[in-house]
């Protein structure tokens, strides 16, 4: 898995992220790519702002059990995978707006760095390992990146 905390790695992102126009077309799944970038840009709301509650005991529970391995291990995602409801994105989203807001998450991102996240707690899954949160952020972002051709 590459390391998005690298500015390397930083820039490969921002660079796909800047092959896409408003009228990128998804090769697989029903998201328009400002809706998808919205969707993207929930996992860094999630650690950011206060504007996703956390989970009651007993979701994280079931969520940790069921969905954490797959969330921040190392296998991709499959296609059309399920998502949590509150990453479901059905209105229009502005497709320059939600690109800045993404792109300037992850450059804050990779700026605060490996061990300003090692054992940060996550909404979901509780603590993580720099690692976990690294496959979390990329893997999500290359998985997204990947469904719109880029």
Known sequence: MKNIFTNEVTQEIIGRINKLSPDSQPLWGKMSVGQMLAHCNVTYETVYTDKHPKPNAISRFFIKLFAKSAVVGDKPYPKNGRTAPYFLITE????????????????????????????????????????????????????HLRQFGV
């Open 92 to 143: 229009p989203k502005e497709f320059e707006a939600e690109k800045k807001r993404l792109v300037d998450y992850i450059v804050q991102t990779q700026e605060l760095g490996e061990a300003h996240f090692d054992q940060k707690e996550s909404l979901s899954f509780g603590p993580l390992s720099s690692k976990e949160w690294n496959n979390l952020f990329y893997k999500h972002l290359d998985h």
